[in-house]
């Protein structure tokens, strides 16, 4: 079975803050892919990124770097100097060889920057 | 171009009426998904299609849900006899499905928001 855990429910930060939000995830598959999407206000998911698990080079990409580490199962995603527009909700999502390509999503981060 | 597209954006129904939500997904993307987003459960995935193979259905929670993808192209997920554990925001996704096992990123299209009174 697959499992995606994000341990912050909610996140507040002023502004300009910088702020990672953490996903550790679970699964028996040598194969395996990662994903991030952000859920604002509207309600549309939008995705953010894919890595895959034979990739464990960290990502940039504008204000947003992604850390993929194999050992600890964690894919955590950091915002620098944060804006209100990153106000939402960031899901974390694994799929994987065996479960297809259907998405296990985490519980969900709520990110509140604040003026 | 345009994004997967979802309707209705709100359906409000009784208990025990059928319920139909249609979803048209992003031209030329051979793969599609429904997910359901409810406040005790989260997001959870419900049944997906890809090309004219068998769908996956191990998502559905019970017999009272079906969907159907006609040519390929629109889906439509019905529920039967509705109940107010149904309500929930159902969303749709559809991919290109390039990469081996379908692991492509998903298109999510705005969801339906069912209230089931």
């Known amino acids: 079975a697959q499992k995606v855990t994000q341990a912050q429910t909610e996140i507040s930060v002023v502004e300009k803050e910088d702020v990672t939000l953490d996903c550790v995830y679970e699964t028996r598959d040598t194969t395996y892919y990662l994903f991030w999407y952000k859920q604002p206000p509207s309600g549309e998911l939008v995705f953010l990124i894919r890595r895959n698990s034979f990739d464990e080079q960290n990502e940039i990409s504008g204000r947003y770097s992604w850390n993929f580490q194999k050992s600890t199962s964690s894919f955590n995603f950091t915002i620098t100097a944060s804006q209100v527009v990153d106000s939402a909700v960031y899901f974390c999502?694994?799929?994987?060889?065996?479960?297809?390509?259907?998405?296990?999503f985490g519980e969900g981060t709520q990110l509140t920057v604040n003026p | 171009g345009a994004g997967v597209s979802q309707s209705p954006s709100n359906k409000v129904t009784e208990k025990g009426k059928d319920v139909e939500l249609r979803c048209d997904p992003i031209?030329?993307?051979?793969?599609l998904y429904w997910y359901r987003q409810s406040l005790g459960q989260g997001l959870e995935f419900l049944i997906y299609?890809?090309?004219?193979?068998?769908?996956?259905k191990s998502g559905l929670p019970s017999d009272r849900f079906s969907a159907e993808r006609t040519g390929g192209s629109v889906s439509t997920l019905t529920i039967q006899r509705t109940q107010q554990e149904d309500s929930a925001v159902y969303l749709c996704?559809?991919?290109?499905?390039?990469?081996?096992?379908?692991?492509?990123?998903?298109?999510f299209g705005p969801g339906t928001r069912l209230t089931v009174l």
């Open positions: 999502a694994l799929s994987g060889e065996t479960s297809g390509s259907r998405l296990t």
């Open positions: 996704a559809s991919s290109l499905a390039r990469l081996a096992g379908g692991l492509d990123e998903q298109f």
């Open positions: 299609f890809q090309g004219n193979s068998a769908p996956d």
């Open positions: 031209s030329g993307h051979t793969a």
